[in-house]
């Protein structure tokens, strides 16, 4: 799929050319799951997967909508009507795009004409939707030349998907989208949206970063990330600080005791432990250490998996059987309750790696999950 392909789309659908087609990668975590809902720090990269949208302006006030996804359906809606709420299915994601700019004061009354084509995965813990309103963010930008800078764009998208499509998610997807450099990890802080590219190059290395999308999503996955979210902010307010970011790694233990029970001390020792480690991996990065990296995933997954509770047997089947083929280390990737994996193995194991996570697969009898390396 091409911009050329996008553009082709573009015409099939409308009967007229577009005036550009905007790209934004999917992401995949190395390490930093559930920080960003904490103001904490994250590690994303870009995926090679894009989503394009081709798009053109109009000047009667709609908004119409299609993608490849959800072929020969155009939604057509006013921009003056948007409204959270007001918009159901996937349109939500970049309608509330265009209603967050509207209500920042940029000025896209005239509309515009939007056709989506995507390679990234959907619902695969790999930021699909981060894509597409990033996309769509910067065709609106490009169209009617708004000039936010890129984090203003993240943090509009972000808007879009809190506040009109209605999921509660933190900054990173789309900072990730709007921000990732090839060849680097965005070590982000989310509280302030600082970040730093900290060059990131298995093949280099001798290493490959290998992500597994296991193919199924719980659906339990939605309320449960709510329910740790204000379980997080909850603790916070307990421990007396704005969020569980502002605990540090050596605090850690005098903050466990001053909690009232299991559940809230297993949230905070995932946060606060779990910031840690991306600042361990930052420092492994910088320091050109990058197969002390595996053990820190590994790690991460057991803290996501035993404390946080938000993975599933596929995920940690996938890390049991690459870790057991010999990976430096591995971990879920994204919020867990499905969607995929990420795997850190010497370049010499990781055909048996490759090997061995679809024949555990099999012998669970689950459908064969989908591998790739990155970045590719
Ligand atoms: P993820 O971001 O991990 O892929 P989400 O549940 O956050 O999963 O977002 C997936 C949703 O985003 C889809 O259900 C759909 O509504 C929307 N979406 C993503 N990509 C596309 C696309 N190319 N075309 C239409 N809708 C899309
Ligand atoms: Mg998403």
């Known amino acids: 799929m091409s911009a050329a392909e996008a553009a082709a789309g573009f015409a099939a659908v409308y009967g007229t050319a577009c005036e550009g087609v905007w790209e934004a990668p999917g992401r995949v975590n190395l390490i930093g799951e559930y920080t960003d809902v904490n103001d904490g720090f994250v590690l994303p990269m870009a995926l090679p997967h894009r989503t394009r949208v081709a798009a053109a302006a109009r000047t ?155 193919g199924v999503k719980h659906e339990v996955g939605d309320g449960e990330y709510a329910r740790r979210r204000e379980g997080c902010e909850a603790a916070a307010r307990a421990l007396g600080v704005r969020a569980l970011r502002d605990i540090a790694y050596e605090e850690l233990d005098a903050a466990l005791a001053r909690l009232p029970g299991p559940g809230a001390r297993a949230l905070v020792r995932h946060v606060v432990g779990e910031n840690h480690r991306v600042e361990q991996v930052a420092a492994l990065l910088d320091a050109g250490d990058p197969r002390l990296v595996g053990p820190l995933l590994t790690a991460g997954h057991a803290s996501l998996r035993d404390d946080f509770a938000v993975s599933c047997a596929e995920l940690d089947l996938v890390v049991a059987a690459a870790c057991g083929a010999g990976a430096l280390g591995a971990r879920m990737t994204g919020a867990g309750f499905g969607g995929s ?31 790739f390396a990155v970045p590719g």
């Not at 764009?153 to 808007?159: E, F, G, I, K, P």
């Not at 996570?357 to 669970?364: G, K, L, M, Q």
């Open 60 to 214: 009667d006030g709609l908004l119409r909508l299609h993608s490849a996804a959800a072929p020969g359906t155009v939604s057509e809606l006013a921009v003056a009507d948007l409204a959270p709420g007001a918009v159901p299915g996937w349109a939500a994601y970049p309608a509330g795009v265009v209603w967050a700019l509207r209500e920042a004061g940029h000025d896209v009354s005239g509309g515009a004409d939007l056709h989506v084509e995507s390679e990234v995965p959907v619902g695969a813990g790999l930021s699909s939707s981060a894509a597409l309103e990033v996309a769509t963010a910067l065709a609106l930008d490009g169209l009617y030349g708004l000039g936010p800078a890129r984090p203003e764009l993240a943090r509009l998208a972000q808007r879009a998907e809190n506040a009109f499509v209605g999921v509660p998610c933190g900054i990173m997807d789309q900072m990730a989208s709007a921000c990732c450099t090839e060849g680097h990890v965005l070590h982000l802080d989310t509280r302030d949206l600082s970040w730093r590219q900290i060059p990131f190059d298995p093949a280099a290395w001798g290493l490959r970063l290998l992500v597994v999308d296991t």
């Open 341 to 371: 994996a990420v795997v850190l193995a010497e370049e010499a194991d990781a055909e048996a790696v490759e090997k061995a996570v679809p024949a555990a697969f099999e012998a669970a009898g689950l459908r064969a999950p989908r591998i």
